[in-house]
């Protein structure tokens, strides 16, 4: 790659870093970038320094935030004894796109995988029993993917929840089973929001 100067092809490299992009496509990415508009390259750059700088996780479900607490979880309009359990961050976006659920969420950050030697301390459970004990929810809804895993996942934390006088649903029919949520359609994902079922 030497036919490029040394600050290009350390921006290639860099590039190649993301997932998904080859060489081919970083190429193509960083003569986008060459020949944009001096601003609009300041803008992409201030904005990844933004998001490493400005994003944490929110204090009370631990999705994305730029305050102590996420747009979601601060929305007064949104149901609180309504909570979904989902795996990761985009499993919640996928769930938000759908318009089906006007609840609040709580982010495990994985499943249940005792093969990989991730128990229950190492996903967020005891933040979620905590949870659970200290607020006023009356229905926790389970939807972590349908693998082997996620429905493990689900059928410990039913078990878990049994204790507290709450309903706790697992969502139903329409994700495809070893399908991941975030690549189930909003249509899909609408009905098995809205046909979830108890456990």
Do not use: W
Request: with cysteine; glycine share 8%.
């Amino acid at each position: 790659m030497n036919y490029y100067p040394l600050s290009i092809c350390n921006l290639i490299k860099n590039i190649t870093k993301l997932p998904g992009i080859g060489q081919k496509t970083a190429e193509r990415l960083a003569m986008h970038i060459l020949h944009a508009p001096r601003r609009e390259a300041e803008l992409l750059a201030g904005s990844i320094l933004d998001v490493k700088n400005k994003v944490k996780k929110c204090s009370l479900c631990f999705a994305l935030s730029d305050d102590g607490i996420c747009n979601i979880c601060g929305n007064p309009a949104r149901n609180s004894g309504l909570l979904c359990i989902v795996e990761k961050v985009a499993d919640m976006v996928a769930i938000e796109k759908s318009g089906s659920f006007k609840g609040l969420y709580h982010i495990l950050g994985g499943v249940l995988s005792p093969m990989d030697g991730i128990g229950p301390e190492n996903i967020r459970i005891a933040e979620l029993v905590n949870r659970v004990g200290q607020a006023e929810i009356k229905e926790v809804v389970i939807a972590t993917s349908t693998s082997v895993e996620g429905d493990a996942t689900a059928s410990y934390l039913a078990q878990l929840l049994q204790k507290y006088q709450i309903k706790v649903t697992r969502i139903a029919s329409g994700v495809p089973i070893g399908g991941e949520l975030k690549y189930v359609d909003q249509v899909t994902m609408k009905r098995a929001m809205e046909t979830r079922h108890t456990l």
